[in-house]
């Protein structure tokens, strides 16, 4: 059993294959957390505390005379607010006298089969073959008659803990919710560094690693999506990790919206980590009998670095967040017409991308911005979501069934979250967008945002996809959000509630993107933001893959999609081979190559096909053979980080099927040198007494001999060359016929 509660229903000690996370009902009914790390016993963790007096940490009413006893440096499970612990609190709750206080205390636990659900929000669930299992503490407010539930929900086999946290307010007056987060995790002992994704529009996720001190690293959005410039996942690590070696703990936020991550030392040296909703235009209103609920946080533990870190999250978003048919389906290889054309589309354009990319074998062609409304460039149109018949020579119907007659598939780009002032929706409706009255309000991309926290708006879009998705044959819908979100203001809501806009958003969209599903289970749905702008666990639960980055630059792409799968399963990315020179950076780059990187994640073009050689449609044609050869090792392996970016001249990474059969390891020459010295590569994860054979060189070793000894090439890769080379497993004996 996964969950152990000692016999007085005072310890708690939750264990997963390797982990363990204890905690403790003290004395004072206090809950304080004993214990994250590697595998313990069942032993009572307590004494770990060393408890003295330090001068100006006071003492709460229950210890008594004791002043050994304080809130201000105990590791806790939920630190209190403006009653005695001067560190970072979680719950800050301002209540109807105006005194601002939050004090839990124990009231009792149980324990749930399976996995427990976060109303409205995305959470891990449970499969057939695997259920988690759930211990729910409550815990009472020491004053008011405020209820907090924590949630821990453990999947053993995979080292993940969650957590999650629902406040009740059952007094009879009114709080606010200044501040709810999803955990606290302190950490009593040791150094540590926070690893997190860091970048901007077209340049997501570059991993930075901060050392944790007594000034607080905080990372976070205010954008009201998770955004491009940090990614809601975090790993406190102990300091000197690394891919292979230390201990390191994540935390993958499920959630879509605003959100903080921080790590401060405290001042006896104490670690506090935190995660959760961003606290910054955050202003709940709880009337008598209303709840609050924290989304879900993933905890996961690993002693052996960022590496088995990062295969814990890939096995559990890939098997219980994403769902739908595409769960474990191949997907199509797609080409997407952005790149290709941009907003310069027309139906003879399109029809004639569809039949060279039929040609070459492609599945699927994917119609980008530009085919509704008045939408000839990004200034207009969006919300009128109606097909614009001249541009495209007729209905949707009729153009889907020209391609499907050509043997593809037909996907649509939506943007449903936004209108332009230049809309025949925003002229009928100009309440439905964020702008605070009396306020020009800022406009990104030329847009504003609709109110998603409305019903009305989310009925109108309902309505209009379901239109259109009905009248044509549409296998997969592209799911854009292309501005960060400001001048919040709810026509609805009345002036005390909106503070609760910024989240209420969130939840208009997962509900809007739960419906869509209901009606649509069959479509594929790709989610996006200006690329990777909200590529989050929570996204993961709606759609099973995301548009990775607008930057398809496949150098570039080679960190991107690498800071990427320090959480993401690979089997969420997007990636498109697109023209050269780069649009994005004017970089040239071989055919191979691009087809070589993006072929690690959901692979599809992004390109005019009638403007590439004779040699390069060939390679088209072998790209496509190699990634259906290749797509459940590629989507279903596990996943090898061999190098980080700029550490060698050259980028490797690697694929190892479930079996262990086969393993496929990719390598890009980023930065090509003068009488260039032999490339010597790492190889991972083979069975140590499996023999394999290496496509490269013919040679058959042991996996033992891989894994220890590595793999020399057995040529010089030329500056953004690219190799991808097999190792199949062999008869044992084989290498002495
Ligand atoms: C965003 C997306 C792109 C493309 C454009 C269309 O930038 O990330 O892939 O769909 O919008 O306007």
Redesign the pocket.
Known sequence: MAIRVSEDGKLFTLHTKDGSYQMCVDPCGVLLHLYYGKKIGEDNLHDLIYRTEIGFCGTPSEAGEDRTYSLDYLPQEIPSSGVGDYREDMIRIRHSDGSCAADFRFEGYEIQNGSYKVPGMPALYDTEAETGDTLVITMKERASDIYLRLYYGIFEGQNIITRAARLENQGQDAVILEKMLSCNLDFMFGNYEMVYLAGRHAMERFVERTPVGRAKVEIGSIRGTSSHQYNPAVILCEQGAGEERGSCFGACLVYSGNFTASAQKDQRGLTRMQIGINPVQFRFVLESGEAFDAPQVILSYSDQGFGKLSNQYHEILKEHMCRGEFKHRRRPILINS?EAAYFDINAEKILKLASEAARQGIEMLVL??GWFGKRDD?NSGLGDWFTNEKKMNGTLAHLSKQIHQMGMQFGL?FEPEMISEDSDLYRTHPEWAFRIPGREPNRGRNQLVLDMSREDVRDYLLERLTEILESAEIEYV?W?M?RSICDVFGHTLPASRSGELYHRYVLGVYDLLERFLKRFPKILLEG?S??GGRFDAAMLYYSPQI?CS?NTDSVNRLSIQYGTSFFYPISTVGSHVSACPNHQTGRSVPFQTRGAVAMSGNFGYELDLSKISDNEKEQVKEQITLTKKYYDLIHEGTYYRLTAPKEEEYMAWEFVDKEKSHALLTMVMTDAQGNPIPVHTKIRGLAPEKHYSCSLNGQVHCGMTWNNAGLTLNRILEEYESIMIEFSEVEKGKEYE
């Open positions: 952005w980008d911005d990004d780009w592209k854009d292309n996006c200006g690329g548009w607008d």
